[in-house]
């Protein structure tokens, strides 16, 4: 039991010891060894589904919703794949598996989901009522004096 005590004490004094002396280093070599989704893009006309991020690994696996979608291209940092031909328009759950573990749809090391939005553009909308009358505004400047008008026209005799 002392043995693992012993242990465990010099991981907490390693990994503080790290951390402190720089830790901003320390936290991107670790971040960096998770897959991460960081965006997706759909595109309706070729069918075709890009997804960029980090540490797929050359043989990720993708899923939306419950259908795992063919993989075309796969690198590091950039998976192509084809949308099935039945999906319309909405918000789904996407899930990449790194090559090198099964599926598993909790977020792991080796595993990572976002919602992606895909089609839903529509024509633009209605104009909406009309607001509420706001705030009267501060009085602005004084203006500059106005070019003098025409005559007018002479007006009727008053009474004598």
Known sequence: MRKYAFKLILLIIYTCTAL???????FHSVRHKFLEITSAAANLENRKLYIYGHNFGDNAK???EEEILEVTECTDDYIEANLPGTLEEGTFR????GSNKKWKMKK???NDSIDIT???TGSKGDIGPQGIQGLTGDTGPQGSQGIQGL???VGPQGSQ
Request: aromatic letters at 0%; a negative charge.
């Open 20 to 26: 402190s002396t720089n830790s901003a280093e320390a």
């Open 62 to 64: 993708v899923m939306l």
């Open 94 to 97: 996407l899930v990449v598996a």
């Open 108 to 110: 792991n090391i080796n």
């Open 118 to 120: 895909i089609g839903l």
């Open 151 to 153: 005559t007018g026209d």
